[in-house]
């Protein structure tokens, strides 16, 4: 049992090595200064959303209140990512310990999951807003939005937590090195000597129940919508709905695309590409500010 215990820990590495972006290493420098302008745009602009929404009474709205979510899981997950990768990028510290990588992991998995969440939520906003514009105010009262947003929170963390036990439990013989510039559940997973089908089995399942329910519901809530905006009698009111939804719907779809193509890739055992990683950097940030232009026509 002793020398088990001792086999273990000597599998277990005290620290990891994100390289950064593979294939462009000599770039790092250049890459981040767009990284490190982005970044400041995204934390000014979702603060001072944040700051508009509490101190404006005319946006005390439920729509508002959503907007103000995803705003923060957004600052969540851009201060997760993107302060290390510049580390890596400027003062080429790499060393992330294992359980720090651990931790970034939680909050990367966690908030995405809530990304999720709180679109479905919207989506749903949208739904009752059109369809039952009469009982909006009475449906979506302030204690439903915050019940929601908790269990959309804890639904991300519940799933998510399992995660770090079964990335302790395996044994690393294959390195430290994760070329990425931050840790996600499979890209550690990987450097593992150890089978790691049950990582890859309870991360599939992960994405279907988060990503798959929210995608359903975003679906059933459009199609509702559309047949009621449909029969609306007023061109000028079905016109102003279709804009609305439309560009609700390209931030949805902007926003899990990349998200799911990477997942699978890795899930899968590919790697993205170089190119498609930034692209992906870049979408993802860009689609917040659409999203936000969305809910505020």
């Not at 086999?7 to 294939?23: C, E, H, Q, R, V």
């Not at 729509?63 to 290390?84: E, G, N, Q």
């Not at 909050?107 to 969440?117: A, D, K, L, N, V």
């Not at 105010?137 to 908790?150: C, E, F, M, S």
Request: glycine content about 4%; proline content about 4%; overall charge positive.
């Amino acid at each position: 049992m002793i020398m088990k215990m001792l086999n273990k820990t000597d599998l277990t590495p005290a620290s990891f090595l994100l390289t950064g972006i593979p294939g462009l290493e000599d770039l790092h420098l250049w890459i981040s200064f767009p990284f490190c302008s982005m970044y400041v745009v995204a934390v000014v602009g979702n603060c001072g959303l944040l700051y508009l929404i509490c101190c404006e009474d005319s946006l005390h709205r439920p729509m508002y209140y959503f907007l103000a979510m995803l705003s923060l899981t957004d600052l969540v997950m851009c201060s997760s990512t993107i302060p290390k990768a510049l580390c890596i990028f400027w003062f080429h510290l790499k060393e992330i310990s294992f359980e720090e990588c651990l931790v970034q992991m939680f909050f990367i998995h966690t908030f995405t999951g809530m990304e999720s969440g709180v679109l479905m939520l919207m989506a749903l906003d949208r739904y009752v807003a059109i369809c039952y514009p009469l009982r909006y105010a009475t449906i979506l009262t302030n204690p439903v939005i915050a019940k929601a947003g908790l269990a959309t929170f804890l639904r991300g963390v519940l799933l998510v937590i399992p995660l770090t036990f079964i990335i302790k439990r395996l044994p690393f013989c294959r390195g430290n090195i994760i070329h990425h510039t931050y840790c996600d559940h499979m890209s550690v997973a990987k450097l593992s000597c150890g089978s790691i089908k049950v990582n890859v089995i309870y991360g599939l399942m992960v994405a279907l129940l988060i990503g798959g329910f929210d995608i359903l519901c975003i679906t059933v809530s459009y199609t509702m919508i559309l047949r009621a905006v449909v029969s609306l009698s007023s061109a000028e009111a079905r016109q102003k709905a279709f804009s609305t939804c439309t560009a609700h719907i390209c931030a949805i779809v902007f926003s899990y695309s990349p998200a799911f193509f990477c997942f699978f890739l890795i899930a899968l055992g590919a790697t993205p590409s170089l190119h498609r990683q930034i692209r992906d950097c870049v979408i993802r940030i860009l689609s917040r500010s659409k999203d936000t232009k969305s809910h505020t026509i």
